[in-house]
């Protein structure tokens, strides 16, 4: 738990088309043009972008998913001021009035998932939330791909998508259940998508112009300050936009 809570008020959660929130994206993609030029992406945050979708989209299946998953507060920063954060949660399920269970997504190497890659950004996530009373629980799901299965930190249980009880636990999600996701919603993923080398070097964006025409437009982008390093969010639900200004901000 954060040692300082009396920095951090007013949180909240909002939807990933919130107009604050757009603004805040197009502010840091603007700052951060790509590295790889104007329409490459590194092909692991491209693909992962589309298995986070067809993830998403056989989550919602099984459980309620919240709309409102972008976590929002306001800290206080060392000029004394408040700025506004942002951190994409990648799926939530309401399960109550007073309880919460955050997903976070992860298709990634077999080591990374040992370690429990992504305990980190759901740690923090929860902590934020216990500031507000209005939760008290918060549940915590680690969401890994199936690509070969092991033991996860010290053996975290493996629990289903719709667990109420555990605090924290690992899914795995089946290859044929992100393949049929993906045909479900019209995702296309690469034929060896499950294979490390597809993570590997750089591929053709387009998306990458959409974000570009995007961003040159004559738009206001008022109404959030400060930024939040490590997590990201999208302008609108699976919009090839949100693909292109999230890959712009994973850094």
Not at 121 to 145: E, G, H, P
Not at 165 to 188: H, K, Q, R, T
């Amino acid at each position: 738990m954060f040692d300082n809570k009396e920095s951090f008020r007013n949180i909240r959660l909002v939807a990933p088309d919130d107009s604050d929130y757009i603004a805040f994206l197009r502010r840091m993609a603007d700052k951060r043009p790509p590295k790889l030029g104007e329409s490459q992406r590194s092909a692991g945050e491209v693909l992962g972008g589309l298995v986070e979708q067809c993830v998403r989209h056989w989550l919602s299946k099984i459980v309620d998913l919240k709309p409102d998953r972008i976590l929002c507060w306001e800290q206080r920063l060392h000029n004394g001021r408040y700025g506004t954060m942002y951190r994409e949660i990648d799926a939530i399920w309401q399960i109550d009035s007073e309880s919460l269970c955050l997903y976070e997504f992860k298709l990634t190497h077999v080591d990374n998932m040992r370690s429990g890659v992504g305990i980190r950004q759901l740690n923090a996530s929860a902590d934020t939330l216990f500031i507000d009373s209005s939760w008290s629980y918060v549940l915590k799901r680690l969401v890994y791909i199936d690509i070969g299965r092991v033991e996860v930190l010290d053996n975290l249980p493996v629990v289903s998508a719709n667990d109420e009880f555990a605090e924290i636990g690992v899914i795995w999600v089946s290859p044929d259940d992100v393949n049929a996701a993906a045909l479900e919603i019209g995702v296309e993923l690469p034929v060896d998508w499950t294979e490390p080398e597809s993570r590997e070097g750089s591929v053709e964006d387009p998306a990458a112009r959409e974000w570009r025409q995007y961003l040159a437009e004559d738009k206001p982008s008022t109404g959030t300050t400060g930024v939040e390093a490590g997590d990201t969010g999208e302008i609108a639900p699976d919009s090839a936009i949100a693909l292109a200004l999230k890959r712009a901000l994973r850094e």
